[in-house]
C-alpha cells in the first residue's frame, strides 16, 4: 500500500487518508494506483475522505472525486481541518466534518467479521480486515477481505483474501472448491493451481 494513501476501516465505514504534505498530483497517482490494485475490493464501497490539514478548492476537489467514481467508489462524506476544503465539500454535495483523528482500538486493531449464516447466490461480504464464515457461501456469492478468510462450511463461490494487496493472507474451509480463488493479485479457479502458484 502506497504511504501517502491509508485505508482504515471504521464505524462510518471505509476511511481513506490522504498525505497532506505531498503535492496534489503524487497523491492522484498514488490514489489511481492503489485504486487500480484494489479493484475488486473497492467497487461500490461508500468512503469517508480525510485530507487532514489539505485545502482542496473546488476543481481538486472535483478530480479526486472523479478518480474515485471511475474505480467505483463513492465519497460519502470529506474530513478536513480547512474551512475551503469542507466548503468545497458541501458545495459537491457531500457531508462535511473537522478533522478528529481519535480512532477507537477496534479500528486500530481493523477487528475481524463474524458472520454466522449461509451466504447465498448474489451476495457480496465485503471487510477490510478479516473474515469468518460459520456458514456455507454457495456458488454465485462473493467473499472479499483485506485480510484472511475462513470459511467453517462449504466454499462453492468466490472468495478473495488480501483484496488490498497482501500476500501473506490465508483462504481456509472445511470444504474448499470455489468458481474462483484469489489472493492479493494471484488468481485461482482450483485451490490446488493456486497453492502451486504462491509457492
Do not use: Y
Amino acid at each position: 500500500m502506497s504511504s501517502l494513501i491509508n485505508i482504515k476501516g471504521s464505524r462510518e465505514g471505509l476511511r481513506l487518508q490522504l498525505d497532506e504534505t505531498v503535492a496534489l498530483g503524487e497523491i492522484l497517482e498514488a490514489l489511481k494506483s492503489q485504486l487500480e490494485g484494489g479493484s475488486q475490493f473497492f467497487n461500490g464501497a461508500k468512503v469517508v475522505v480525510d485530507v487532514g490539514e489539505r485545502t482542496l478548492m473546488g476543481e481538486d476537489l472535483a478530480a479526486v472525486l472523479d478518480l474515485m467514481r471511475h474505480h467505483g467508489l463513492q465519497a460519502d462524506a470529506l474530513v478536513s481541518s480547512s474551512r475551503e476544503s469542507r466548503t468545497a465539500a458541501r458545495s459537491a454535495g457531500l457531508a462535511a466534518r473537522p478533522v478528529a483523528r481519535a480512532f477507537s482500538e477496534v479500528e486500530e486493531r481493523q477487528e475481524a467479521s463474524f458472520i454466522q449464516r449461509t451466504i447465498r447466490s448474489g451476495q457480496v461480504v465485503r471487510h477490510q480486515g478479516h473474515i469468518t464464515i460459520l456458514g456455507d457461501v454457495n456458488p454465485g456469492a462473493e467473499i472479499i477481505a483485506g485480510g484472511s478468510i475462513v470459511v467453517w462450511g462449504r466454499v462453492r463461490g468466490t472468495v478473495h483474501a488480501g483484496a488490498l494487496g497482501n500476500r501473506e493472507a490465508v483462504i481456509c474451509a472445511i470444504d474448499l472448491l470455489p468458481t474462483q480463488i484469489r489472493i492479493a493479485d494471484l488468481i485461482a479457479a482450483h485451490p490446488t493451481v493456486l497453492l502451486n502458484v504462491g509457492r
